[in-house]
């Protein structure tokens, strides 16, 4: 399991480069400038059934505090 949260340093397309998909591809993790992900997402490596590589929002926003935030991805993913 692999998880990113910083925020704003391209995760979802670091997710997309690892899985071999460009943004707009099917399956593809959204990309966009600013914030992006707002809920965990989870994608599969397509040559690694086991690996799982999970999108998380950025930590240290007003809507995931720092305070609150790992206890909401441990929570919230399966492998806790």
Same mark, same amino acid.
Request: aromatic share 12%; glycine share 8%.
């Given at each position: 399991?692999?998880?990113?949260?910083?925020?704003?340093?391209?995760?979802?397309?670091?997710?997309?480069? &690892?899985?071999?998909?460009?943004?707009?591809?099917? =399956?593809?993790? #959204?990309?966009?400038?600013? %914030?992006?992900?707002?809920? /965990?997402?989870?994608?599969?490596?397509?040559?690694?059934?086991? &690996?799982?590589?999970?999108?998380?929002?950025?930590? =240290?926003?007003? #809507?995931?505090?720092?305070? %609150?935030?790992?206890?909401? /991805?441990?929570?919230?993913?399966?492998?806790?």
């Amino acid at each position: 399991m692999f998880a990113f949260y910083f925020l704003c340093i391209g995760k979802s397309s670091l997710i997309n480069t &690892l899985r071999g998909l460009k943004p707009g591809s099917d =399956g593809a993790a #959204k990309v966009c400038e600013v %914030e992006c992900t707002q809920e /965990i997402a989870e994608y599969p490596d397509p040559t690694h059934p086991n &690996l799982i590589y999970y999108d998380l929002p950025g930590v =240290g926003t007003p #809507k995931f505090s720092r305070s %609150e935030y790992f206890n909401m /991805i441990k929570n919230q993913t399966k492998h806790n």
